[in-house]
Structure formats: structure tokens, C-alpha cells
């Protein structure tokens, strides 16, 4: 299997301008997540779908997040505006739970740069 | 809140061991999990504990005490490649599968 796939790698904008950020998971799992990663918070989940279905969007800064899973294999996390403290990692995960367990597996993330 | 605490960074020499402490809070206490991030890297899957005790995979083992809120990464015969960031993360109930991941502890091998 190829793994959990995003794209794209390297993102750099300018500030007001929309970022589209995307993902393919493990072929088979069945949740999906959105982690947003910075030096000062950490890895942060910003929003988890189960069977494309959004179950938490708690995490999710404010009204300029939006996610999309319109279905089991693609899944779409966007940001319009974007503004500078956007500028972290993001990471796209997914998981399939066997006997108790639920690993997830991480994408190679997108480093976004808002300038 | 659901906090997780760990060390920020640690230094260990080369084959020697090394263990990493978490704590978290005990309510709602599901599962701990711990991965292992390299520099630029994503997160990868190292160990799972959801019972007391301790889970062994090679060089490296992982504790658990649910009473304490309390688990440990031990790393043993430290290679350089393990140099990197630990994230100690709990699943909590209520909030589905969704897991909480402490801000990692970097450690450093050294010669």
C-alpha cells in the first residue's frame, strides 16, 4: 500500500489568499484526521471524519477552516483567508481499528508558508 | 482539560538506556500510544497500552500505570538514529477515537 498521501509538500502564499490542502488515506480505514503541527502547540487535531462523516470539528481555529470528505478515499482541508499564523505542518492521518487498537498512520504532511 | 505532560528534550549516550516519562489525566482514560517523529518527518506508530503493565518490542518498551495517569518509553542499546521527538498521545472516551498528543520530548543521542 502507498500510505496516507498528501499534497502538496511545500505550499507558500500570501496572506488573504485561499490554501487547498489534500489527501488520500490508506485504502480500507475508515477515519480520517487533520493534525496541524507547530513548534509552540504541538500536534493539534483539527477535525476527524469516521465513514466521511465529520465527528469532531472542535479543533478547527475558526470560521476560515473548512474540511471536505466527499468520499472514502479523498479528503480536502481548506483555508480562505489564509493568514500568517496559519504557517505550520499539516498533517493528514487515517486508521482502521482492529481488536481494541487504532493506530494511526501519518501522510508526509504539507508545510505551509503564509507570507 | 486533558493534559499531557512529558519532558521538552533529553540527551542520552550512544548504547545506553533512556526512559521517557508521560503523564496524563486519568479521566476518560482509553489508551496511550506513543510515536516516534524524526525531523521533517511524519509521526510513526511505535507502542500501545491500554492495560497496566509493560509491552516489550525489541529495543524498545513501553509502561503503563492507569491508576498514576502514568507512562513510560524505554529505550535500550540508544543507536543515533533514535535521535528524534517522542509523542506520548491518550485516546480519551467520549471524544470517539479522537487521540491527544503531548507535545513530544526530543531526545538527543550523543557519542
Known amino acids: 500500500d502507498a500510505g496516507v498521501i498528501q499534497s502538496p509538500r511545500h505550499e507558500v502564499t500570501e496572506m488573504g489568499q485561499e490554501v487547498t490542502l489534500r489527501c488520500k488515506p490508506i485504502s480500507g480505514h475508515n477515519s480520517l484526521f487533520w493534525y496541524r503541527q507547530t513548534m509552540m502547540r504541538g500536534l493539534e487535531l483539527l477535525i476527524y471524519f469516521n465513514n466521511n462523516v465529520p465527528i469532531d470539528d472542535s479543533g478547527m481555529p475558526e470560521d476560515r477552516f473548512s474540511a471536505k470528505m466527499p468520499n472514502a478515499s479523498f479528503s480536502t482541508l481548506k483555508i480562505q483567508p489564509s493568514e500568517p499564523r496559519d504557517s505550520a505542518v499539516y498533517f493528514c492521518a487515517s486508521s482502521i481499528r482492529t481488536g481494541g487498537e487504532e493506530k494511526l498512520f501519518f501522510g508526509s504532511g504539507t508545510q505551509l508558508s503564509v507570507l | 482539560g486533558q493534559n499531557i505532560d512529558q519532558p521538552t528534550e533529553m540527551t542520552a549516550t550512544e548504547g545506553a538506556i533512556v526512559q521517557i516519562n508521560c503523564t496524563y489525566q486519568t479521566s476518560g482514560f482509553n489508551g496511550l500510544f506513543w510515536y516516534q517523529q524524526h525531523a521533517g518527518e511524519a509521526p510513526t506508530f511505535l507502542s500501545y497500552?491500554?492495560?497496566?503493565g509493560l509491552e516489550e518490542k525489541g529495543r524498545f518498551s513501553s509502561f503503563l500505570s492507569r491508576s498514576k495517569g502514568y507512562s513510560y518509553l524505554l529505550l535500550k542499546e540508544l543507536q543515533m538514529k533514535d535521535s528524534a521527538s517522542y509523542l506520548c498521545?491518550?485516546?480519551?472516551?467520549?471524544?470517539?477515537?479522537?487521540?491527544?498528543f503531548g507535545t513530544g520530548t526530543q531526545l538527543k543521542v550523543e557519542l
Open positions: 498521545a491518550v485516546l480519551f472516551t467520549g471524544g470517539g477515537n479522537k487521540l491527544t
Open positions: 497500552n491500554v492495560l497496566d
